[in-house]
């Protein structure tokens, strides 16, 4: 099943709603079956009611369209120019330290790397964010271009002095030392280059998709309130602040506290409920009653229910 990046859930593509409605619009999904509008190819996640049809694009680009059409090319060219000094320097040196197997083992390791960060891409960019709403140590991308430009910069130095002084003489060992320094000095330049473009990366993501969950409290709290009025009641309540009260809803909510994790992002809720209930009087007539029940609930940042708990509920009060 496909995964919601704003809210992390899990969805089916049926289950995805009209943008102008919020009605699920099932197989059909170039015009909405209930409100006959055309969607345009968007539709919203069941559970955070955000375009999940962006994140679909987004996954469903490759590396290479990376490569070819986000500038993920740049983080290829250290390993270009490791092949074109091997075919330019190395090749006429052949009394050094440096074997044509350095280059391949340089080259091979960078791509791994490579390809690590750019699958990491999302992660970092819901770190940027999380760095903002709670507290988690920010990514600090450009200090880790920073470190990797310096790192491979003093490898380089390192290599080419221990290369003029002993290429000629260099036993096994060495030469041995000479192909991981080499092979780290490539990683270095390889991070950094990467680096850079994935924080143009991510900030086209900040661009163009929606925001994580965790970032606005009030999103997080309408995906949380779902959650656990379908648990309470099976159904959806009605914010007795907000709306104006109807004779059939059955379960009416008062939210008294929203609080904020520090720590990892997620709410603490306190809840009121008020739940409608039918039941025989001294008369034994029936009569509907609200029955009164507080609730302190704990939910991560992605809107996953940790804790649902009841607090004392009250005698039942006739309305
Ligand atoms: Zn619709
Ligand atoms: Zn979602």
Known sequence: ????????????????LCPHCQHPLGRGTTVCQH????????????????????????????????ILRRWGVVGLLPSLGAIILWLTYWQKHQLSLHRPADTLLGIILSFFIFTMLYEDRLLMWERSWAAEVYNVAPTRPSRTIGVAIVGGLFLSFVLIYVN????????FEL???????????LICFTVACTMGVLMAEIGRLNQSMPQPLFVQIEHLLQVVLDTILEKIEGGHGEDILQRTHTADANLRYEILEVNRIPED?????????????QRPDEDAQMRAYWVKE?????ADRWGRVRSLKPGKSEAAESR
């Open 175 to 185: 030469k041995l030392l000479f192909a991981l320094g080499y092979a780290a000095a």
């Open 164 to 171: 003029r002084h002993w290429g000629e003489t260099g036993g």
């Open 35 to 66: 409100c006959k509008q055309p969607t345009d190819e968007h539709r919203l996640c069941p559970r955070c009611k955000r375009d999940v049809s962006a994140w679909e694009k987004e996954l469903a680009s490759t590396l290479g369209h990376f």
């Open 1 to 16: 099943m496909p995964i919601c990046h704003t809210c992390q859930g899990e969805y089916m593509r049926a289950e995805s």
């Open 265 to 277: 992002g997620g709410i603490r809720l306190l809840l009121l409920t008020y739940k409608h209930i």
């Open 294 to 298: 507080v609730w302190n609930i704990d």
